[in-house]
């Protein structure tokens, strides 16, 4: 499985951005996907994920982005995006595209995203 995001950049507080993130390898239709960061000196967190189960697919947000971002996913394009308004100073960290078959975890290389104040 190979993961490749992009879309970061530096923006503004209060800004946007798009993230994307393309997955290679994999069924994907069947996987949980989803974003999390890592700020500097911090553990990574998800920040949002699609999670699948006997249940049927949920959608999982971090409280502190509950409002401002919003993730999708296109099976058949096999691409997981997230898209991020509100920015704050806080959501700088370096974003990650993840993906559980069921058995393994999978890691993007991650992609940067800076707001400034």
């Known amino acids: 499985v190979q993961l490749q995001a992009s879309g970061g950049g530096l923006v503004e507080a209060g800004g946007s951005l798009r993230l994307s993130c393309a997955a290679s390898?994999?069924?994907?239709?069947?996987?949980?996907v989803g974003w999390y960061r890592q700020a500097p000196g911090k553990q990574r967190d998800m920040v949002a994920r699609f999670s699948s189960g006997g249940w049927g697919s949920r959608i999982d947000y971090a409280d502190s982005v509950k409002g401002r971002f919003t993730i999708s996913r296109d099976n058949a394009k096999k691409t997981v995006d997230l898209q991020m308004n509100s920015l704050k100073p806080e959501d700088t960290a370096v974003y990650y595209c993840?993906?559980?078959?069921?058995?393994?975890?999978?890691w993007g290389k991650g992609t940067l995203v800076t707001v400034s104040s």
């Open positions: 390898g994999t069924i994907f239709s069947f996987n949980d």
């Open positions: 993840n993906v559980f078959d069921g058995s393994m975890d999978y």
